[in-house]
């Protein structure tokens, strides 16, 4: 195995907000707490050692336990739930969906990268402890984002009704797509392992968040991952002033719209804040709360309540109130004795709206740490890349700017447009000095020249690239080709693939291999040679 790193600001698949947070830009400092470094680290314990109660350890702890009691734990997993009630404990959290069989590969990157890091900071901090958690987003309905995974091309999906929160789903009819899935993976060894992995998850387990906390369970628990549903009513409970807050005085909204309005002056907003930031969670339906003239009603049903019914409600059904993405983070750290989230770009973007929020219900808000990213490479694939002279970073260019780019590399003319572009933009430079000089109004003349002798350079530059793509066209095949194979549709491959693509050909080793090869404060994309 061969490990490299480049900045993630080479991929080009990480937005402003994430590039100027990487670089600890002025603009971005306001809304963050401490930055993911040693010293930060430092500060973070300190302050969450100061606020987070011992009497929350014990539920936390009773309902992990209560959790876990049908599923098969390691001695780490079970070491490190016990270990949650000393006050020198903390968690490194970072959460996910219910994706059907993991969904994309990155799935494997944040936990890793979680596990990872709670091992650094051992070392760093040996007087305390640093537990793993995968927080499963149970609460989530959104069905059509989670419902299906790619394996080898295609796409493997389970069709069912939606309604409600996807934890709770019944894993009814996923026994039609093991079947499917299995047609396409063969008799070895490892996929024998993929097999077994599904069906024991989906065949045998009675919903979605338990079949989901096998899978993780497996492939983690020597880890001492410790895997937590928020769904569930001794943990709502420990929410429930949060809960009270939110129904009476709407502080979600007020504080994170405030932030929006100083955030948006210089990044894209991420999500926006309701007036009521809650849904309401039954069997079968989650659905937002929403204040009419004093009366609060559930979407889309008969469902309403009083001010004082509802307040009632919360006391003696907290499990019915569901956060929604803006409250969701809070419910983590309030529950979790954490230090840090660990998430992708767009999960750091909306926590970075959220510190006054959490400011003003007065919950420390945790580091955040952007989980590494991953390039897989097999050996044949970087030999292609070296053959072809296409180096890491120039493997993430625009296709069109890669391919012009070692056109014009291979190409016998010597002839660089660029170069002749920015000497004509020299010369008019001058030229408009000497306007301005004796007579401005010709100055638009000027401007005007520019831009049509510009143009027509391009234009001529556009016309060679395409001959010349035409006289290379075994050249413009091979790079296609292998960009397209590991950037599927222009994308980062760990959207789009399913860790079962190299886990039937690496088996363990895959796993082994990425958690070698991981280095969360490093805060460079990673790029492995398996």
């Excluded at 001058?430 to 301005?436: D, P, S, T, W």
């Excluded at 860790?499 to 958690?515: C, E, V």
Aim: glycine share 4%.
């Amino acid at each position: 195995m061969k490990v490299a790193h480049i900045p993630f600001q080479e991929t080009g698949f990480f937005s402003k907000t994430i590039v100027d947070y990487l670089e600890k830009k002025k603009s971005i400092l306001p809304f963050y707490n401490n930055f993911p470094d040693i010293p930060g680290f430092y500060s973070q314990i300190e302050e969450k050692q100061a606020t987070f109660r011992l009497q929350t350890r014990l539920v936390l702890s009773a309902a992990l336990k209560s959790q876990y009691q049908h599923f098969k734990v390691s001695e780490k997993t079970q070491d490190n739930i016990e270990i949650l009630k000393k006050q020198n404990s903390f968690t490194v959290t970072t959460g996910h969906q219910l994706n059907l069989f993991t969904g994309p590969l990155y799935f494997l990157y944040k936990i890793i990268s979680t596990i990872n890091l709670c091992e650094e900071l051992s070392l760093k901090f040996p007087e305390q402890n640093f537990i793993p958690i995968y927080w499963m987003a149970s609460e989530d309905h959104d069905f059509e984002e989670i419902n299906f995974f790619n394996f080898d091309g295609k796409k493997v999906a389970w069709n069912r009704k939606d309604g409600g929160a996807v934890g709770r789903f019944s894993t009814n009819g996923l026994e039609n797509v093991f079947k499917v899935f299995a047609k396409h993976l063969g008799h070895s060894k490892n996929a024998e392992f993929i097999k077994k992995l599904f069906s024991e998850a989906y065949l045998k387990h009675q919903n979605l968040a338990d079949a989901t906390r096998y899978i993780a369970n497996e492939l983690f628990s020597d880890s001492g991952l410790v895997i937590i549903d928020g769904d569930d009513v001794k943990l709502k409970q420990l929410l429930t002033p949060i809960l009270k807050d939110e129904l009476e005085n709407q502080t979600s909204f007020k504080a994170v719209s405030k932030t929006i309005k100083n955030l948006k002056k210089d990044y894209k907003i991420q999500v926006n804040p309701r007036e009521l930031n809650l849904f309401y969670l039954g069997d079968h339906f989650r659905e937002r709360i929403i204040l009419e003239n004093g009366i609060y009603k559930v979407n889309n049903s008969e469902i309403s309540f009083s001010k004082s019914e509802i307040l009632k409600a919360v006391d003696e059904n907290p499990e019915a109130f569901s956060p929604n993405v803006i409250m969701r983070p809070l419910y983590q750290e309030v529950v979790l004795p954490n230090i840090c989230y660990v998430g992708g770009g767009g999960e750091i973007a909306y926590w970075l709206e959220l510190k006054d929020y959490f400011k003003k219900v007065a919950i420390p808000f945790p580091v955040l740490l952007l989980r590494n990213s991953v390039q897989l490479l097999s050996e044949k694939q970087q030999k292609k890349l070296n053959n072809l002279t296409i180096s890491h970073q120039e493997l993430f260019l625009n296709q069109h700017d890669l391919l012009a780019k070692k056109i014009i590399e291979n190409t016998d003319i010597e002839i660089d447009f660029d170069k002749k572009i920015n000497f004509l933009k020299k010369q008019f430079s001058e030229l408009k000095e000497v306007a301005k000089k004796t007579d401005v109004s010709f100055l638009g003349a000027v401007n005007a020249q520019e831009i049509k002798q510009i143009k027509g350079l391009e234009n001529l530059q556009k016309r060679m690239l395409r001959a010349e793509k035409r006289k290379q066209k075994a050249l413009v095949k091979r790079i296609t080709e292998l960009q397209n194979e590991l950037l599927p549709n222009q994308s980062l491959e760990e959207r789009q693939l399913n860790f079962s693509n190299y886990y039937l050909t690496y088996g363990p080793l895959f796993i082994r291999a990425l958690k070698g090869a991981l280095k969360p404060l490093q805060l460079e994309f990673t790029i492995v040679e398996l």
